[in-house]
């Protein structure tokens, strides 16, 4: 069965400092994909990046970038120069495949980053 | 520009009262799903539908139905309430799957006496 970690309940970081968030994972797909979601304390879900597991390069969009290790199975999201903006709970996810060609979505419990003035 | 629309935002009901949450997508999505969010548990799937007419169970299915009669809307159905099902729920969107950034609406927050 697929399994998402994240062993972090709670982050903090000073503002303009780098912060990274775990997110491990379980799978016997072959092919697999990794997303991270924001979702600040206004309560909506925000997507932020994607990795797929075939990428050659780690995924990148602006200040997110994810430290990729397939061999670890491992998909930490790192927020470079983060900002007061980016206090919020991050949720890592991984499809998982149901039989067929029907995908699920597996989601972590969540790491609630906070980020200090 | 909508995207998913879920409405109401705030609800409250009494054990064994049955209501509808609903989810409407304008983006011509395929895929939709439900989502409950409980403290510290994450996100868990309830039901999922791959286009109209047709559904499947996620997770945690147990006391809720779903039904999928046109492309753009996706209600979930709570039979018989129960405090259990307290919780905040998501409805989400894609065009072609789990494998793409889900869309979400902004959450219904149920609370069951």
């Known amino acids: 069965a697929q399994k998402i970690t994240q062993t972090q309940p709670g982050m903090f970081v000073q503002e303009k400092e780098a912060v990274t968030l775990d997110c491990t994972y379980d799978?016997?797909?072959?092919?697999?994909?990794l997303f991270w979601y924001k979702q600040p304390s206004s309560g909506e879900m925000i997507f932020l990046i994607y990795q797929g597991s075939y990428d050659q390069q780690n995924a990148t969009e602006g200040r997110y970038s994810l430290n990729f290790q397939k061999a670890r199975k491992s998909a930490n999201l790192v927020i470079s120069a983060s900002q007061l903006g980016d206090s919020a709970m991050y949720f890592c996810?991984?499809?998982?495949?149901?039989?067929?060609?029907?995908?699920?979505?597996?989601f972590g419990k969540g790491t609630l980053l906070t980020v200090n003035p | 520009n909508a995207g998913v629309t879920q409405t109401p935002k705030f609800q409250v009901l009494k054990t064994g009262q049955s209501m509808t949450l609903q989810c409407a997508q304008d983006?011509?999505?395929?895929?939709m799903s439900w989502y409950r969010q409980d403290p510290g548990m994450g996100l868990r799937l309830i039901h999922y539908s791959v286009g109209a007419g047709i559904t499947d169970q996620g997770e945690v299915p147990n006391g809720y139905n779903v039904s999928r009669s046109t492309t753009e809307d996706f209600p979930l159905r709570l039979l018989s309430a129960a405090p259990s099902q307290t919780s905040v729920y998501f409805c989400?969107?894609?065009?072609?799957?789990?494998?793409?950034?889900?869309?979400f609406g902004d959450g219904t927050r149920l609370s069951i006496l």
């Open positions: 983006m011509n999505h395929e895929y």
């Open positions: 799978t016997s797909d072959p092919s697999y994909g």
């Open positions: 989400a969107s894609s065009y072609d799957g789990f494998n793409q950034p889900q869309h």
């Open positions: 996810a991984m499809p998982r495949e149901s039989g067929g060609s029907n995908y699920k979505l597996t």
